[in-house]
DNA sequence: GACGATACTTGATCCGATGAAGTAGTTGTG
DNA sequence: CACAACTACTTCATCGGATCAAGTATCGTC
């Protein structure tokens, strides 16, 4: 068992790995660093306040004013007053950033190339396994 | 189907990003960056040359030569002349940097912890799923 | 209205990624 | 053997991201 989980280890490591790499390569190919991409991501659902984002994001506030600076430089999103809290601002995104967006999930292929491969039980399985590891089986 | 590999493309997006935040926090809990880190786990099998890092990292030389520069200088990696060819060196791991990358390997429980969830056969399965997805099955 | 807390920004510094240019050693060709 | 093309690595410059300390503006409360 314990050579299992050393085996299943490296697996995981290499997945993720191949993961991380083509989420990087998606990014680039629409302009974008991963960092970007992810907080452009983040913002697509409905605006987000700085700190909201900071959080969301595991980062410093500060970091998340600098990435916003660039991509509100691009016309991708834009800052506009926090609704009820004048000391907090919302990101929002613009038209041209929700087309980026779109454009970084089609450009995004491997989670749906890799997942086309297993078979409908495998899925199932891996995503009994994911809900279990991820803590969402309560 | 589709709302099958929609969910768990989510379920994905959120394991690497926890995978990733973990081992992040290891690396600088022994006071790595995960750049460093992640070489010096390369390094620690067996000596490499600083183009096998390069295409084993998925990075530039030069990006190399600064990490392995840095590396250096906490005494963790030493540099030595390529056995066969003048022009390339091989990245040595000293007796502090193998301490420290098994105190990274210790310090990254991730894995384990979450693996650790899993009855045995969702880990047989998980094994399967993945090997399919890294195209391991032929 | 003054105080402490909160939300964000600014500035400085480090690290990692990338690209262009340089150096030294190697290999292939005549 | 000589020379050119190539390879392995380094150096320099620049950019983006992460982090920390300090600063500004607003909020909530007493």
């Known amino acids: ?5 050393g ?10 790995y191949a993961y991380d790499a083509a989420y990087d390569r998606a990014a ?3 302009g974008l660093s991963a960092a970007q991409a992810c907080l452009l991501k ?3 659902e409905r605006p987000v306040t700085m700190g909201e984002l900071a959080s ?3 980062c410093d ?3 998340v004013t600098q990435i916003v600076t660039r991509l509100e430089s691009k016309g991708l999103v834009r800052r506009q007053p926090g609704a009820r809290d004048g000391r907090s601002k919302e990101v929002v995104i613009t038209p041209d950033g929700a087309v980026l967006d779109e454009r ?6 491997f989670p749906v190339e890799r997942l086309g491969l ?12 994911l809900d279990v590891m991820l803590g969402r089986d309560g």
Do not use: I, K, P, Y
């Open 28 to 30: 680039r190919e629409v």
């Open 1 to 5: 068992m314990v050579d299992q989980v």
């Open 61 to 63: 506030a500060s970091n």
């Open 118 to 129: 297993l078979s409908s039980d495998a899925r199932d399985a891996l995503g009994s396994a």
């Open 56 to 58: 969301r994001l595991l």
């Open 104 to 109: 970084m999930r089609v450009a995004f292929t």
């Open 42 to 44: 983040a913002v697509a």
């Open 7 to 16: 085996s299943l280890g490296q697996q995981m490591w290499d997945f993720v």
